[in-house]
């Protein structure tokens, strides 16, 4: 069965960091472009990183602001996204997304793949 599983979520205090692991199993990382998205409590989706295996992350810079880091290892299965100095305003469910383009791997793009969600939270 194909899944995508995040874990690393919490209970975190403003300015504190966290690492998000998002493993998948069942299907070819490589063929994937791996999202992170996330949820923010009353709010709708909001795109966070994109992660291709070949060229460096892309970011919603508006909302990343140089805090987030988005990394994968196509050989243990796993995209991680690194948040620091985690403010309030991070709280949310966090998810990561996998993403097959136009090509080799599938006749049509789209999104294949969505973890449970990871909840973020971050309060004093």
């Known amino acids: 069965e194909a899944q995508l599983v995040e874990s690393g979520g919490g209970l975190v205090q403003p300015g504190e960091s966290l690492r998000l692991p998002c493993v998948a199993s069942g299907f070819p990382l490589s063929c994937y472009v791996m999202h992170w998205v996330r949820q923010a409590p009353g709010k709708g989706l909001e795109w966070v990183s994109q992660?291709?295996?070949?060229?460096?992350?892309?970011y919603n810079v508006d909302l990343v602001k140089g805090r987030f880091t988005g990394s994968r290892d196509n050989a243990k299965n796993t995209v991680h996204l690194q948040i620091n100095n985690l403010k309030p305003e991070d709280t949310a469910m966090y998810y990561c997304a996998a993403y097959v383009p136009l090509g080799p791997c599938a006749p049509s793009s789209r999104f294949d793949y969505w973890g449970q969600g990871i909840q973020v939270t971050v309060s004093s």
């Open positions: 992660i291709k295996h070949d060229t460096s992350p892309s």
